[in-house]
């Protein structure tokens, strides 16, 4: 009887992690999460510190390169404080705007940002955020050209990452322009055309752990106990 009962135990073990294989291998652990953030703020600054931050919610123009004679850097700050999940991986999304450049491609260069959110919000003379905009941690690089008409996606780099994961607060990014040509040279990038200008981070989240898991959990202790029985 008790050789019986250990095979009925045995045989049920064996369906039950069949049919745990089975659903894993057909369902994820959790689907991962997509969630887009809209910047708090963003803007251009020039050596001389002038801030072009105007707008609505301190949504200014981000154009960057040679512009009126002399460089703009830019800039991107956003509020992770929604996120509780740890992030996989990021996108910067910005308008293309105007192409304006002689040469074929440009390329763009993304930075980590030390000057403080309040800084750039107070403006004033800036000139020590223009430093700051293109220099520390690199974020990401992106070669842009005139095919690029409509939106310009760059993914963030490990970095990046791990900088978001470990503030999810007020997140900054800076940009500039690697390729300038000459001090005077046509070369700049997203030259607003529109005051609707889209700059977003696009965010995939880590998933939580699901019920599947849980379930399976539960399964493996019942077959524990029925074995130990």
């Known amino acids: 009887m008790n050789r019986l009962l250990s095979g009925s135990v045995s045989l049920s073990a064996t369906a039950w992690l069949t049919l745990l294989l089975a ?24 050596p001389f510190g002038n801030c072009d931050n105007s707008g609505s919610s301190t949504l200014g123009a981000y154009f960057v390169g040679n512009w009126l004679g002399f460089e703009h850097r830019n800039f991107f700050y956003f509020d992770l404080s929604s996120v509780s999940q740890p992030i996989a991986s990021a996108t910067l999304v910005l308008t293309a705007g105007l192409y304006n450049s002689t040469d074929p491609s440009e390329n763009y260069e993304l930075h980590d940002v030390t000057t403080p959110f309040a800084t750039i919000l107070a403006g004033g003379n800036l000139s020590s955020a223009f430093a700051d905009l293109g220099s520390s941690a690199v974020y990401a690089n992106r070669v842009v050209t005139a095919a690029d008409t409509t939106n310009v996606e760059i993914e963030l780099n490990s970095s990046a990452i791990a900088a978001m994961n470990a503030t999810h607060g007020s997140f900054g990014i800076g940009g500039s322009l690697t390729t300038i040509a000459a001090p005077k040279s046509p070369d700049s990038l997203f030259v607003p055309t529109s005051s609707q200008l889209v700059s977003q981070l696009q965010l995939t989240l880590v998933p939580e752990p699901s019920t599947l898991l849980l379930l399976a959990t539960g399964v493996i202790g019942f077959l524990g106990r029925s074995k130990a029985r």
């Open 23 to 46: 659903i894993f291998g057909n369902c994820s652990l959790g689907a991962a999460q997509t969630l887009t953030i809209d910047a708090t703020s963003r803007g251009c600054v020039t």
